[in-house]
């Protein structure tokens, strides 16, 4: 019963979060809430590019640079944790359960093969996560992070590192070239 409660919880507490970010921002106001919002739907949806995309539409709309890391970090955060902590649950789902085990078995044959790859693990999901491409920060880094056999914990933590270093250096990069506009 413990356990169930425990799963439930993992599934859960990430909407919350998410939730609770939504109403902080609809009580700031419409104004602040609208550019946030909008932030959000490019860098969610955008099919190429959506950091390179969005953080530049950030910075137009006024948002405050450390505002927009703080928020996009926040956003592949909370995604990260919940695939992080339901990865295993994903096992037990008819028909994606097989290719889940299937890719880990893969994951883990590569780590014993390239026992070298294996030291680079954190080093090598931040990095991955940095390349500023769609869905590599929170949704593939983290799993990709599990497949190779790191812990929840420390895949979430290589996930925040490299999308607060991909944020970091595309807003610096943006406001270099809007500068120049």
């Known amino acids: 019963m413990q356990m169930k409660k425990i799963a439930l919880a993992k599934l859960v507490i990430p ?6 970010m939504v109403i902080f921002f609809w009580f700031a106001g419409q104004e602040i809430y609208t550019k946030y ?13 959506g ?11 006024g948002i405050p640079p450390v505002g927009l890391i703080s928020f996009i970090i926040f956003t592949d955060a909370v995604l990260s944790l919940f695939l992080v902590w339901n ?10 359960g097989k290719l ?8 883990e044959k590569a780590i014993r093969k390239y ?6 693990g954190f080093v090598g999901l931040v990095v991955l996560v940095m390349f500023p491409l769609q869905w590599t920060g929170s949704a593939v880094g983290s799993m ?15 996930v925040i590192v490299g999308t607060f270093i991909r944020s970091t ?13």
């Open 115 to 120: 026992k070298w790859a294996k030291r680079f």
């Open 37 to 49: 919002a909008t932030v959000f739907s490019i860098y969610s949806f955008m099919p190429l590019g």
């Open 87 to 96: 990865f295993d649950y994903a096992k037990k789902i008819p028909g994606l």
């Open 169 to 181: 250096l595309t807003t610096l990069i943006s406001i270099g070239v809007l500068s120049f506009l």
């Open 15 to 20: 909407f919350c979060i998410a939730g609770a």
């Open 51 to 61: 950091a390179v995309a969005a953080i530049p539409a950030g910075l137009a709309l």
């Open 144 to 158: 990709v992070g599990r497949l190779i056999g790191m812990t929840p914990l420390m895949t979430w933590l290589a």
């Open 100 to 107: 889940v085990e299937r890719a880990e078995e893969n994951g």
